[in-house]
């Protein structure tokens, strides 16, 4: 089982930046591929950012310039760090794993709420 453990959410004003961090714990044999998605009230979820095995990295259109995802591949920590915040960055911000156990499984966090307002 794989357990995933979001933190660093918050409320931040516009153009202000907060850091989301996601700690991965179990028995993992490896990682494939982390991930962050959000989901904001009446919409449906969306990928915000993706981080390969390799550090390779795709960003939303929406979030190009602004966001940076990265990881710990040691220590099995991921980050997302948000700069210039917008109002409509507010949302559940949710991690994703691909991971292999006793298989190749897709994981996710309970979310973590960002706020973003004046």
Same mark, same amino acid.
């Given at each position: &089982?794989? &357990?995933?453990?979001? $933190?660093?959410?918050?409320? !931040?004003?516009?153009?202000?930046?907060?850091?989301? $961090?996601? !700690?991965?714990?179990?028995?993992? #044999?490896? *990682?494939? @591929?982390?991930?962050?998605?959000? &989901? !904001?009230?009446?919409?449906?979820?969306?990928?915000? !950012?993706? *981080?390969?095995?390799?550090?390779?990295?795709?960003? /939303?259109?929406?979030?190009?310039?602004? #966001?940076? *995802?990265?990881?710990?591949? /040691?220590?099995?920590?991921?980050?997302? +760090?948000?700069?210039?915040?917008?109002?409509?960055?507010? /949302?559940?911000?949710?991690?994703?794993?691909? /991971?292999?156990?006793?298989?190749?499984?897709?994981?996710?966090? +309970?979310?973590? &709420?960002?706020?973003? @307002?004046?």
């Amino acid at each position: &089982q794989v &357990q995933l453990v979001e $933190s660093g959410g918050g409320l !931040a004003q516009p153009g202000g930046s907060l850091r989301l $961090s996601c !700690a991965a714990s179990g028995s993992i #044999f490896s *990682i494939i @591929s982390m991930a962050w998605y959000r &989901q !904001a009230p009446g919409k449906e979820r969306e990928s915000v !950012a993706r *981080i390969t095995s390799s550090n390779n990295t795709n960003y /939303a259109n929406s979030v190009k310039g602004r #966001f940076t *995802i990265s990881r710990d591949n /040691a220590n099995r920590w991921m980050y997302l +760090q948000m700069n210039s915040l917008k109002p409509e960055d507010t /949302a559940v911000y949710y991690c994703n794993v691909v /991971a292999l156990t006793e298989s190749l499984k897709n994981y996710w966090g +309970q979310g973590t &709420q960002v706020t973003v @307002s004046s």
